[in-house]
């Protein structure tokens, strides 16, 4: 297995002005290839700072990708750090310097002098092609390291390092097995109360379990070679059995999840929102399946006149602007998030099998934004659940359940 690492240059990722958005991608690309990241770091322009990057990364290491500083500017300095740590000159590269000309030809202008510098290589480089920019990538050996040059714009880096990094370094090392990545998303676990859960379940060899943590979900990550799918489905149905009460999608992000089961049962979806001051119905949308199933959504101000301010019983009054809501849109399902008053706040769905709701209070401190995250999840994991036939009301680790009703069809007064 190849030692890769991947440098990223500039100040403006050095910093955090910018998010390092392919470092990332990268790492998740590689290892699905068989290709594990071993190391990632940062440096800004300084000519002496990159300069000692390069020559410590060429020491230690098979591969390394360095991403960006490949433009016309002055602290665009890849190339030249490049040819000083190799101990070359540079020399121009006249079919870079052709394809640059053409490429400001076929949108009818002339080039700037300021871009003959991207075709100014370090002596003995490979051209790496980059069909949708100017900047070109190059390959080169530095200490018997193999160097890949990138430029950092995203769509850039990715399509050249899907199409020629990828497949030139398959063929340099063709003895990489490929892995896949598979992905159960839970919701209302932690991740210490699933790695218990998990810590005797006997993975076979080559398999391994990561986890990812941001709120309101955690990831667990089955990682697998990409030739065994039958092994790894089993596994995953074995995971996904452990933690089956928390489980909101696999394989796929809970959002997506919904998209599908909201168009297999053909169901419109109204919503009265309170508490989420209407990301609920935002979020929803954004996932073009469900979009084209939301209709009509209400959001309720402080001072909006609702049958929140006629019942001083919560549960009861989001129930009730649950099927007001329902009713009055003519839509199939209705989704109500109540009032959050002292930490604790109501949850109800009409649907056509009756209403169902909940009040839960929060044990921890939240901002504003991420109240309107957890509260959103739940109200759509409700959603799921019904459209699923699962038990609505299942144990979340972070929130303290108060009250929870159900009232079927037959029950309800109109």
Known sequence: MPKIAMLSTGEEVLYGDIVDTNAAWLSRVFYEHGFSMYKRSTVGDQRASLLQELVMLSLNLDVVIV????????????????????????????????????????????????????????????????????????KMMINDCLFYFTPGVPSEFKKMATEQILPDLANHFQTTQGRVCRR????????????????????????????????????????????????GTRVLAMIEKLLHSNVVSVDEPMLDRLGHLVEL???????????????????????????????????????TASPLDRDSEQLGATLALAGATKGNCNADIAISTGKLENDQFSLAISTPKGEWGQTLKLQRTYSNQNVKTVISTVAADMLRRYLENKPMFPDYGFLTRTQDVFLPLDQITT
């Not at 490049?82 to 590269?93: I, K």
């Not at 871009?115 to 949708?132: E, H």
């Not at 391994?208 to 990409?226: D, M, N, Q, T």
């Not at 990301?279 to 402080?302: F, H, M, P, R, V």
């Open 184 to 231: 159960i998303y839970t919701f209302g676990l932690s991740e210490s109360g699933i790695a218990d859960t998990l810590k005797h379940l006997s993975l076979p060899a080559d398999y391994e379990l990561g986890y990812r943590s941001y709120l309101p979900f955690i990831e667990v990550k089955l990682f697998g070679p990409a030739d065994d799918l039958d092994t």
């Open 67 to 138: 991403n960006g500083g490949l433009g016309p500017t002055s602290d665009d300095l890849s190339a030249e750090i490049a040819a000083e740590a190799a101990d070359v000159p540079l020399v121009l590269n006249q079919g870079w310097l052709d394809t640059l000309k053409s490429f400001y030809a076929k949108r009818g202008k002339v080039m700037p002098e300021s871009n003959i510098k991207q075709a100014m290589l370090p002596q003995g480089a490979s051209v790496v092609d980059n069909p949708i920019g100017t900047a070109c990538g190059f």
């Open 265 to 303: 049962n053909n169901r419109t979806i109204a919503i009265s929102e309170h508490a989420t001051k209407g990301y609920l119905a935002s979020w929803l949308q954004d996932n073009e399946k469900l979009a084209q199933y939301c209709g009509a959504t209400w959001i309720l101000g402080a001072k």
